[in-house]
């Protein structure tokens, strides 16, 4: 399950749909911050980004219908969302290329996790392996889309 992780779309209005990292509140309770979603410059409407609606509505599904009051991090829960957060600290702006700068903070990204990895694997802990490497997969996914 590979998905598009496209910085910026076509609105259904014409409009220009650029990245941005929202704080979404769900049912007046939960507050779920840095999640990524396109925005048009035009209408102001927007969307969770489709390479995030799967986890987006995993996460939704274990809040369940009467949430307590509660706040989180998606990026703790989706690993590109977090590699989008580490880009948006660095990313000062319209003259920035978010693009590089997505890419970057994407292979230091996945630099990490395979150290991560090596160490994981030399203290022979399959369940650590098995966490980083299904980490890895999903921003391998996220880098493959973008050449094809
Ligand atoms: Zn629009």
Redesign the pocket.
């Known amino acids: 399950m590979c998905n598009e992780s496209r910085l910026t779309q076509t609105?259904?209005?014409?409009?220009e749909?650029t990245i941005h990292m929202h704080t979404l509140i769900y049912k007046a309770k939960v507050k779920i911050a840095s999640v990524p979603v396109f925005m048009?410059r035009?209408?102001f409407?927007y969307e969770p980004h489709p390479a995030v609606k799967r986890d987006l509505s995993l996460v939704i599904q274990e809040l369940g219908s009467q949430p307590q009051r509660y706040s989180f991090s998606f990026a703790e829960r989706n690993e590109w969302a977090s590699v989008l957060n580490d880009a948006f600290i660095t990313f000062k702006g319209e003259d920035c290329d978010l693009e590089q700068i997505v890419q970057e903070a994407m292979s230091d990204r996945i630099d990490l996790l395979l150290d991560l990895f090596r160490i994981a694997s030399k203290a022979a802990d399959p369940e650590w392996m098995g966490e980083i490497e299904s980490r890895l997969l999903m921003l391998i996914c996220h880098t493959a889309s973008k050449v094809s």
């Open positions: 609105c259904r209005c014409g409009g749909m048009c035009s209408c409407h």
